[in-house]
């Protein structure tokens, strides 16, 4: 779910995409060769799933001041209740930040930024999932990250000049 949601930006797509994605599975549990592969099986049906939903379809963004009461208690979860209020309405900010910066990644680059980043699977479990090689992945990875790192950055005022020494 927390895949589908990061690829669709809508939890109420990603909800949609899991039923779809789990009865797939269910119908599909023969064709299984080896159920230790099960889990990169498994996301390899959620990444089509996706893939077909969106095919020829323009993405659709939802500007962070539309935001609905489910996005807000979603990102309120995130920040730390020992925060006090200003902590908690930057860190939210700050995740209005990562979470635009990943739904701005190119499709490709998001996928592998999702699948390593957020659901935290190796570089050889992304690669078995999407069929591609280990240095593929491992490229676009880097890519990934040093977009969704620029983009933080930029919010945060950070820039990789050198300071000046006086």
Do not use: C
């Not at 208690?73 to 730390?80: D, G, H, N, R, T």
């Amino acid at each position: 779910m927390n895949y589908l949601y990061r690829m669709t930006g809508s939890r109420e797509e990603a909800e949609d995409l899991a039923q779809d994605t789990f009865i797939l599975a269910y119908t599909k549990l023969d064709t299984l060769k080896d159920p230790d592969r099960f889990q990169s099986w498994l996301y390899r049906i959620a990444q089509n799933n996706v893939y077909q939903r969106y095919r020829g379809r323009k993405p659709v963004t939802e500007s962070i001041d539309q935001a609905d009461e489910d996005s807000l208690s979603e990102l309120q979860k995130l920040a730390s209740p020992e925060h006090g209020p200003e902590e908690q309405v930057l860190s939210e900010e700050l995740e209005q930040v990562i979470q635009e910066a990943i739904r701005e990644l190119p499709e490709k680059y998001r996928t592998v930024f999702v699948l390593s980043a957020i659901q935290r699977l190796s570089y050889a479990e992304i690669a078995e999932i999407l069929r591609r090689s280990l240095p593929a992945v491992k490229s676009d990875i880097h890519r990934a990250r040093v977009a969704v790192r620029d983009k933080v950055k930029r919010y945060l005022g950070v820039t990789d000049e050198m300071p000046k020494v006086h």
